[in-house]
């Protein structure tokens, strides 16, 4: 599908569709494991990516009763943040370049499943605020992905219906999320799975090689 893709609006996801940084997510939950000498040598991290703080501190619960009484959410948090700090979490190839090019065309939206702080650093870093016309953080909306809140959301700000809007996601989470919501998706798999048959319209490995009149209007 090298044809332009006719949108008046562009959703971004953050992590793992903007920024590799769901290896630092991984390592969190593996310390907040290790931590409470839980030992589980077949976990999916895969499951872990694309969804909130909040969502993976349930899931982390009921998966492991021995955290029922702990804080997840403080500990990952922190530990995600300190991450970062010691490792910035690199852009995907072709990002910023792709980002700006959405932005020329149409309104773009970030709306990923981690907090503003989150967001507000990447933009920062990326030098992006300029590109971007609002993000949407998961303080500012509920249930989170893979409920379409967020997307719905974002229509409404934009001022459109959803089918007018093109969503970049790399989890399943989120991809389910935007189709919920009637948005066109495009699922990136640098750090992700193959999405379920059904869940994009487009599929690709990162932004290195999207075509430049992909956002034409």
């Known amino acids: 599908m090298d044809t ?3 949108t008046a609006a562009i959703c971004f996801d953050l992590d793992g569709t903007l920024m590799d940084s769901e290896r630092h997510t991984d390592r969190a939950v593996a310390e907040l494991l290790a931590h409470h000498s839980i030992d589980a040598p077949d976990i999916d991290y895969l499951e872990f990516h694309g969804i909130s703080w909040k969502r993976l501190d349930l899931l982390l619960k009921k998966r492991f009763p021995a955290l029922a009484e702990a ?5 990952l948090e922190k530990r995600f943040y300190q991450l970062s700090a010691e490792e910035p979490p690199p852009l995907l190839p072709g990002a ?10 149409c309104p773009v ?56 809007c093109l969503a970049f996601e790399d989890s399943q989470p989120g991809l389910t999320a935007a189709r919920a919501a009637g948005m066109r998706t495009v699922a990136v ?16 490995k990162d932004y290195a090689n999207l075509p430049a009149n992909f956002f034409a209007l």
Request: aromatic fraction near 10%; hydrophobic fraction near 45%; charged fraction near 20%.
């Open 4 to 6: 332009p893709v006719p």
């Open 71 to 75: 804080d997840i959410l403080a500990f």
């Open 96 to 105: 910023r370049a792709a980002f700006l090019r959405a932005s020329a065309h």
């Open 109 to 164: 939206a970030i709306v990923p499943g981690s907090g503003a702080a989150d967001v507000e650093a990447f933009l920062d870093r990326a030098d992006l605020k300029g590109a971007c016309s609002f993000y949407l953080s998961y303080e500012m909306y509920s249930p989170s992905k893979p409920d379409p809140a967020c997307y719905c959301l974002a229509a409404e700000r934009f001022g459109l219906a959803p089918d007018q």
């Open 189 to 204: 798999t640098h750090a992700s799975l193959p999405p379920a048959p059904g869940l994009a319209d487009r599929v690709i």
